[in-house]
């Protein structure tokens, strides 16, 4: 059974930071594309930040500079820095892992809520 997990999530002030964390179990961790998404109310779900197998790096132009995504697969888990916290990037955020032809995984997601 594959299951991934966020965690991290919670109330920060504008400025702040938080780090989440998503850990997967039932699948070969190394192997996936992981990434973060999230979705803000009345908005569609998006692309925050990807990283390959391989170590390559991809974020959304929103975040640039102030998130940092990373894995370690020794620890299946991937984590997500995020600094310079701003109210708009108060969402759900999820963990997403992608492996073709393999199915698509998504966690269940953790609240961010960023103000004052």
């Known amino acids: 059974q594959v299951q991934l997990v966020e965690s991290g999530g919670g109330l920060v002030q504008p400025g702040g930071s938080l780090r989440l964390s998503c850990a997967a179990s039932?699948?070969?961790?190394?192997?996936?594309?992981m990434g973060w998404y999230r979705q803000a109310p009345g908005k569609q779900r998006e692309l925050v930040a990807a990283i390959t197998s391989g170590g390559s790096t991809n974020y959304a132009d929103s975040v640039k500079g102030r998130f940092t995504i990373s894995r370690d697969n020794a620890n299946n888990t991937m984590y997500l820095q995020m600094n310079s916290l701003k109210p708009e990037d108060t969402a759900v955020y999820y963990c997403r892992a992608e492996r073709r032809p393999y199915p698509l995984y998504w966690g269940q997601g953790t609240q961010v809520t960023v103000s004052s």
């Open positions: 039932g699948i070969i961790f190394s192997i996936y594309t």
